[in-house]
């Protein structure tokens, strides 16, 4: 199972701090090789720069493992949609994955199980990887409906996929109610989420859901990434404020790699 530790940057950073940022993460990653996959997600002004400092080498020509990520795409191949980015124009670029259905994108934009899954397809068409988020508020979580929830989204968004295509996917539980709220999921409540999407994803794509990552996104720090990281059915983070920071988001991969790839 693959094990990968993704940084959302948000719209956080300018020009030179995404540089910067990413210099020290790929120089980083350059000398210390490890299992764990790092995807990093800057902001759209930022990914034709990212892509290109992401595959420099360094010094002694050892080169970065690093997937430079979009934080949304547009449904659409091309059109008049003023502000909006395509997958075609993100693959052009060079970036190899996208975040779609981000609880944020969610909440504050209106985009719907069904717009998210047209970007889902959009990205396999092209060839990117799709980092699908799904997850409750906290009504939800309270009421006690959250996996109802977490089921509807998958299956409104991720249904019309074939096995083969769902093998592609990258899913991110976010407990929403433990974004930037300094909450975090307990290890139990984490493990039985990410044990449920994982009977979803056999619903979906049979045996090929045991080897689809589930990413636990929602407050994830190097405090508490041991402990998350250790459970059956989390394969890493889609990491947000921790991510800003070479030395924590290095911190989290350094944990996972531990956690996941004892020697």
């Known amino acids: 199972m693959r094990t990968i530790v993704a940084g959302n940057w948000k719209m956080h950073t300018d020009a030179g701090g995404a540089m910067a940022l990413l210099g020290e993460l790929a120089d980083w990653s350059a000398a210390n090789p490890t299992a764990v996959e790092l995807v990093v997600a800057p ?117 019309a996929l074939t096995p083969m295509e769902l093998a592609r996917v990258v899913v991110a539980y976010e407990p929403v109610w433990a974004i930037g709220t300094g909450l975090t999921a307990t290890p139990d409540q984490a493990q039985e989420m990410h044990a449920f999407i994982r009977g979803e994803l056999r619903k979906l794509a049979g045996e090929g859901a045991e080897s689809i990552p589930i990413l636990y996104g929602g407050s994830c720090k190097p405090d508490n990434a041991e402990g998350l990281f250790a459970l059956n059915d989390i394969n890493g983070g889609l990491i947000g404020g921790a991510a800003l920071q070479a030395a924590s988001f290095i911190e989290l991969v350094r944990i996972a790699g531990t956690v996941k790839y004892p020697r």
């Open 43 to 159: 902001p759209f002004p930022f990914l034709a720069a990212a892509v290109q400092r992401a595959a420099q080498p360094d010094a002694m020509g050892r080169k970065p493992a690093i997937l430079i990520a979009a934080q949304n795409c547009h449904e659409q191949e091309q059109g008049a949609f003023t502000g909006e980015v395509s997958v075609p124009m993100l693959r052009s670029l060079g970036v190899g994955a996208c975040i779609v259905g981000h609880s944020e994108r969610r909440q504050y934009f209106g985009e719907t199980d069904e717009a998210v899954g047209r970007k889902v397809a959009m990205l396999l068409k092209h060839g990117l990887q799709p980092i699908y988020c799904c997850g409750e508020q906290r009504q939800e979580r309270e009421a006690g409906t959250h996996r109802e929830t977490v089921a509807r989204q998958m299956h409104a968004a991720l249904g």
